[in-house]
């Protein structure tokens, strides 16, 4: 399997690098990282003061697709925008697989929105963790009950941290059952 990685906005360097690496050796998905996508400012709530994920999936699947040749390669979104869907306050990410494509924000995960020190590693950690909840998704999992499982749901960055960047049992046998595999 391949993916586009795609910055939405200016991501760092080592988030994007890390991301990479956990997809490939983790998920064995080989990920290219695409030139960097602006947000589309119709996205923007000015009353929320958020980005709308389902209007930034729509949006730049359309440019995507003018963009890339393959349109059958998913696209995986890492923004620092903070988003959210629905009546939700927020998301940490969202995955559409109409679109084959998947947005992951850095802005709640990080720890200085919390008013905490800031931490490249911890921003790391929980990145890579939403990146692969959102590429279980994309494999047809649904949210785990395992709170420890790294398809449990995360209403907040205390969730995030809780759980762990592997699939509990049950999750990695219904991604074999799937024909999917993963080290670990």
């Known amino acids: 399997m391949f993916l586009r990685l795609v910055p939405v906005g200016n991501i760092p360097k080592d988030i994007l690098e890390a991301t990479k690496a956990e997809l490939e050796n983790y998920l064995m998905i080989k990920c290219r990282i695409m030139s960097k996508l602006d947000v589309p400012k119709e996205s ?27 349109k059958s390669i998913p696209t995986l979104m890492i923004t620092n925008h903070d988003i959210y869907y ?31 020190k800031s931490d490249p590693n911890v921003l ?7 990146v692969i909840h959102e590429m279980g998704h994309y494999l047809g999992l649904e949210h785990c009950f395992d709170t420890k499982c790294v398809m449990s749901f995360s209403p907040s960055v205390s969730d995030v941290d809780e759980k762990k960047r592997k699939f509990c049992d049950n999750c990695r046998i219904k991604l074999l059952s799937k024909g999917k595999n993963v080290r670990g």
């Open 44 to 70: 923007f709530n000015r009353w929320r003061r958020q980005y709308n994920a389902e209007i930034i999936l729509e949006t730049l699947s359309k440019t995507s697709e003018a963009k890339f040749i393959d």
């Open 124 to 130: 790391k950690e929980r990145t890579v963790k939403e």
């Open 86 to 116: 629905g009546g939700l306050n927020f998301v940490f990410g969202l995955e559409d697989p109409s679109k084959g494509s998947a947005i992951v924000s850095i802005a709640r995960l990080r720890p200085e929105f919390y008013d905490e």
